[in-house]
């Protein structure tokens, strides 16, 4: 039964609610504003295009982070009701669409490393190998951990609260999650900037260099600011196990410190995750574009060179 209450005790939970709501929807006016910013991009690098196994990963990564943020405005937002059952339903659908988009910018991940080691069998089962024993324990933990999480919905002072309960060891498990994420992600930074380093000097003296370290700037620049927000989330939460936090969740300073790894949190699976697919692309058709010009202008000088050399000869 849903607790009820007009209690005044209450109401500094009241206002961490208040303002944790704040921040979530902060977060979600920015992955819809990035979206509509993108989508024209998205219309004519990932629609029109020929679809391939990386367009339907990029639709799940991209929408399934939508939805991910849509739940947590029902969840979070105190003035949106809401039953226990409904608590613990939006509570688990956003601890698997989290892992589901997580598992889909892994597999996008591997793909651009697979494509960095020029295609190298043994590096892709490597990289299959390691992801998978990952996130086999990921799944694992993610299970213990929600099955020791309870939740209720509650009606205080006339907002509506999903209040969960964490039980057991529960908060450990949930920084395990966060430490086995960190480590894949480490590696994946580190193989993409040993290749692209090794790179860099192997086509210092190649004709081809300026196209494929171009390619390979772009690669790791987007690499670069994904592993960096990924560090920041990772940061977020594993700090936000530590006593001096977890000792007083109500107060303003804990609130800001949650808000702020939830934009993070966020913005990876929102915004970074697809600009993974959306850059790459993006420099592709710029080549492509660039090779027609210069095509276009090699047949027009061709012609021309013909158009005098046959006025010489009459």
Request: proline share 2%; with cysteine; aromatic share 12%.
């Amino acid at each position: 039964m849903p607790l009820v209450s007009s209690n005044p005790s209450w109401w500094p939970l009241i206002n961490a609610e208040i303002i944790g709501s704040y921040f979530v929807v902060a977060a979600c006016v920015m992955a819809i504003y990035d979206w509509g910013l993108a989508f024209g991009q998205e219309v004519e690098l990932v629609w029109r295009q020929r679809w391939s196994m990386m367009t339907v990963l990029y639709l799940v990564a991209r929408y399934g982070g939508i939805g991910f943020v849509v739940i947590n405005i029902l969840l979070d937002v105190p003035t949106i009701p809401t039953t226990d059952g409904g608590c613990r339903i939006m509570f688990d659908a956003i601890n698997w669409t989290s892992d589901v988009v997580d598992l889909i910018l892994g597999a996008i991940m591997i793909t651009r490393l697979h494509a960095m080691y020029q295609r190298s069998r043994k590096m892709l089962i490597f990289l299959v190998v390691i992801f998978l024993a990952i996130r086999i324990a990921l799944v694992v933990v993610i299970v213990l951990q929600i099955k020791q999480v309870s939740g209720e919905e509650s009606a205080l002072s006339g907002t509506y609260q999903c209040i969960f309960n964490y039980s057991g060891d529960s908060q450990f498990l949930g920084s395990m999650t966060w430490i086995l994420g960190t480590a894949w992600e480490v590696l994946a930074l580190c193989l993409a900037v040993w290749i692209a380093v090794k790179h860099f000097r192997e086509l210092r003296r190649d004709s081809t260099r300026s196209i494929i370290v171009d390619c390979f700037t772009v690669l790791m620049q987007t690499h670069a600011s994904y592993f960096a927000s990924f560090l920041a989330i990772a940061c977020f939460h594993i700090g936000s196990f530590s006593p001096t936090i977890s000792a007083d969740i109500e107060s303003l300073g804990a609130q800001t410190y949650f808000g702020l790894a939830q934009i993070f949190d966020m913005a990876q699976l929102t915004v970074l995750g697809p600009r993974l697919i959306l850059s790459v692309r993006e420099y592709n058709a710029k080549l492509v574009a660039d090779s027609d010009i210069a095509t276009a202008m090699s047949s027009i000088a061709f012609q021309e060179r013909v158009h005098v050399e046959t006025s010489n000869t009459v």
